[in-house]
């Protein structure tokens, strides 16, 4: 089992940056993709990004392309996602999830995933 917990999330203006980040922790050992997905209030979860175990695949949903940044770090199993010039658009509880995902933008092939963290960005 993986456990993960995401934090960083928050209430802020558009064109404001933050940062958020997920720990993982328990069997972390396995060579797993992590992910950021997102659900805005009454709407589907959608893919955010996505990066591979050795951080050489990289995936962006359009609508955060320039705007958001992911990275990781095996050694302390946290994944970051640096966002700026937020949006009132991005307003949803974002999610981070790991799994062993060849295709990075595919919410099915991630096994496990974080409680979630909210993320409101007011106009």
């Known amino acids: 089992q993986v456990q993960l917990v995401e934090s960083g999330g928050g209430l802020v203006q558009a064109g404001d940056s933050l940062r958020l980040s997920c720990a993982a922790s328990g069997r972390t050992g396995r060579t797993y993709a992590m992910g950021w997905f997102r659900r805005a209030p009454g709407k589907e979860r959608e893919f955010v990004a996505a990066i591979s175990w050795s951080g050489n695949s990289i995936s962006y949903a359009d609508s955060v392309k320039g705007r958001f940044t992911i990275s990781r770090d095996n050694a302390k199993n946290t994944v970051l996602l640096q966002m700026s010039s937020l949006k009132p658009e991005d307003t949803a509880v974002y999610y981070c999830?790991?799994?062993?995902?060849?295709?990075?933008?595919?919410?099915?092939?991630?096994?496990?995933w974080g409680p979630g963290t909210q993320v409101t960005v007011s106009s």
């Open positions: 999830a790991t799994g062993p995902a060849w295709n990075l933008g595919s919410s099915s092939e991630y096994i496990y």
